[in-house]
């Protein structure tokens, strides 16, 4: 799962976001925090109130803050700075989200290095590791919606690249893992092996690889909606999950728990958003911070 995961998560190329994104479709309380007086705009946090930027602080501010052309209905185009612009993403990275990659592998491979909770040789410590390293892999479907997130169509033949880059690793990893059944004393699952490879349960961790696939196929149905509609949309995932986490909604077996498509779809839809309202985001903690210092 680790190998699978950096290798789909690890793309500089995330789709840009379409310039035509306006102010207006900026939740109510972001669009205000970017609004107060004074406040260092397009995430450059580093300058005093009222200080001129230096030409350090320019370069920067340009890399931060790219010139965007907008269509204009006098079909001529003028390239202005605005804050709900498209992020300039060309051959860029994201220290946040690779941030949030790192640490979740590394605690992915301590997760799997703790004993099962149905393990009668269990700690209280491995107990409580295993609950506070619970966020590792929905960080990675929420960076996995951030890094897909685009309001622009999507065409068949990206969907087709990016499910390639998810099932080729994924092939060879189930291969391994049939070989190294083969080869040791450790049973391999009693399904045909068609549905192991289908259901993506060589080894437990493969769900992750067919929730995302699911997601990937999924996305050009969220690239058609605003940004206001996948804040809808992301309400009511929100509160499913929270259903079935609390177990009010009745449980099924684990695998097909870990395999439930509402278990996961809130988080690839959060990071989505967040990739959509990233400027006014990143406004909203400038002026937070501005407030603090």
């Not at 080729?168 to 391994?176: D, E, G």
């Amino acid at each position: 799962m680790i190998f699978v995961a950096s290798v789909i998560l690890d793309s500089p190329a995330s789709p840009r976001l379409d310039s035509g994104l306006d102010r207006t479709q900026t939740p109510g309380f972001l669009k205000r925090a970017s609004q107060v007086p004074g406040h260092p705009s397009r995430g450059n946090c580093g300058l005093a109130r009222g200080s001129a930027p230096g030409p350090r602080h320019r370069a920067e501010a340009r890399r931060s803050s790219p010139l965007v052309v907008l269509s204009r209905s006098d079909g001529r185009s003028g390239s202005e700075s605005v804050s709900s612009a498209k992020p300039d993403l060309g051959g860029g990275r994201f220290c946040e989200v690779d941030a949030i990659k790192g640490v979740g592998i590394g605690l992915v491979v301590l997760i799997h290095s703790l004993r099962t909770t149905w393990d009668p040789g269990i700690t209280s410590a491995e107990i409580w590791l295993g609950y506070v390293t619970r966020f590792a892999v929905p960080g990675f479907f929420a960076a996995s919606g951030y890094l897909y997130a685009t309001n622009r169509p999507i065409s068949r033949q990206v969907i087709g690249r990016r499910l390639l880059r998810v099932f080729v690793p994924y092939l060879v990893a189930s291969a391994a893992a049939q070989i190294f059944f083969l080869v040791s004393s450790i049973p391999s699952p009693e399904r045909p092996l068609w549905r192991v490879i289908l259901l993506a349960s060589s080894f437990g961790a493969y769900y992750f690889v067919l929730m995302l696939a699911l997601f990937i196929a999924l996305s050009p149905g969220l690239a058609r909606m605003g940004r206001r509609a996948v804040g809808f949309l992301l309400i009511p995932l929100l509160l499913v999950q929270v259903l079935i986490e609390t177990g009010i909604v009745p449980p099924v077996n684990f695998f097909w728990h870990l395999r439930n498509p509402f278990l996961w779809a809130a988080y690839f839809v959060l990071g989505w958003w967040v990739r959509l309202h990233r400027e006014a985001i990143v406004s909203a903690l400038c002026a937070q911070r501005a407030r603090w210092v």
